[in-house]
């Protein structure tokens, strides 16, 4: 449920308000139109990752809870690196950095607790 709610309000943000975000995070804008249409991919494809995780927030014991528990493994790890090798930092850098890499480390946990189950 906190990755749904946290993914779903960030997408929502990069689709309506792109730049507001980018500066926050990067501390850079967007300024060139493909930036801003790429943002608004990115923050609907991040408004669908929380819908997923929140229609699957029962279902972590299936192979599709697991599946997907995964996936946000992935893409929490990504996320956190990518940020830190982009050199760029606003206000918000570190606690979004530190932010992917909890959510990494919980997910991580949640696969090895269903494993050893």
């Not at 893409?75 to 890499?101: C, D, K, R, S, T």
């Amino acid at each position: 449920m906190v990755t749904a709610v946290l993914e779903a309000c960030t997408g929502l943000a990069l689709v309506t308000i792109p730049s507001v975000v980018s500066t926050m995070l990067l501390g850079a804008t967007l300024d060139p139109p493909v930036a801003l249409v790429v943002a608004r991919i990115a923050g609907a494809a991040l408004v669908a990752l929380g819908v997923a995780c929140w229609l699957a927030r029962t279902e972590a014991q299936g192979r599709a809870g697991r599946g997907l528990i995964a996936a946000m493994l992935l893409y929490n790890a990504v996320v956190a690196a990518v940020l830190v090798l982009a050199g760029l930092h606003g206000i918000g850098f570190w606690p979004v950095v530190l932010l992917h890499v909890i959510l990494a480390v919980w997910c991580s946990a949640c696969l090895r607790t269903k494993q050893s189950s």
